[in-house]
């Protein structure tokens, strides 16, 4: 008998539904979150437009979003494996 079929047993469709429902819910999140920064970059097309007007670079202007992402998804990441460490120890508890 293979490992994984002794650990697993009989309730692998029911993990393997768990794991589909949590990548679906991150796909969710995904969408919103890209959701929020086409919104965030629509508001700010006035400012795009000053800088661009003032002599900013196209390449600057993208520079700047890309550095003010990568922001985000660091914050976002530790914030996340932050909460991810703490619930674990919750739950071990």
């Known amino acids: 008998m293979p490992l994984s079929e ?9 993990l393997l539904m768990l794991m589909s429902g949590a990548g679906l819910l991150l796909l969710i ?7 929020l ?4 970059s629509e508001n ?3 400012e795009i437009a000053v ?3 003032l002599g900013a670079a196209p390449g600057q ?3 700047q979003f890309v550095i003010e992402g990568l922001v985000l998804v660091a914050v976002g990441s530790v914030a996340g494996i932050a909460l991810a460490y703490g619930v674990m120890h919750l739950l071990l508890g």
């Open 6 to 14: 002794a650990i697993v047993g009989d309730i692998r469709p029911l």
């Open 29 to 35: 999140g995904l969408r919103e979150c890209v959701e």
């Open 37 to 40: 920064l086409l919104v965030r």
């Open 44 to 46: 700010r097309r006035r």
């Open 51 to 53: 800088r661009g007007a």
């Open 61 to 63: 202007l993208v520079g």
